[in-house]
């Protein structure tokens, strides 16, 4: 099983950015997303089932991200509208563990995408 995360760059505040998230290997049921900023932890940001039919999301991102999916295409996505300085970190997408399905925690994941880094510029 293989993630490929991409879509990531430098945006200026209240700007938007789409990240992908392209899984080889297998489809899985919960797709999510995950972020890193420097010196923090990494914390859970949104889920989706597999019909797109359940959509969960963390507060702080809640009305400002969306995440979709292609299941033709086995790509998962991440529209991020009016970005804030505060969501500058690496963002991952994540499978969860088999007993999981939406991971609130970085110790709930099976299998992790490299990461794409998203900077927002104040």
């Known amino acids: 099983v293989q993630l490929q995360a991409s879509g990531g760059g430098l945006v200026r505040a209240g700007g938007s950015l789409t990240l992908s998230c392209t899984v080889s290997?297998?489809?899985?049921?919960?797709m999510n997303w995950f972020r890193q900023a420097p010196g923090k932890e990494r914390e859970f940001v949104a889920h989706i089932n597999l019909y797109g039919t359940s959509t969960y999301y963390a507060d702080s991102v809640k009305g400002r991200f969306t995440i979709s999916r292609d299941n033709a295409k086995n790509t998962v996505y991440l529209q991020m509208n009016n970005l804030k300085p505060e969501d500058t970190a690496v963002y991952y997408c994540?499978?969860?563990?088999?007993?999981?399905?939406?991971?609130?925690?970085?110790?709930?994941?099976?299998?992790w995408g490299q990461g794409t880094q998203v900077t927002v510029s104040s």
């Open positions: 290997g297998q489809t899985f049921n919960s």
């Open positions: 994540a499978v969860p563990n088999l007993s999981v399905f939406i991971p609130h925690t970085a110790r709930d994941v099976r299998y």
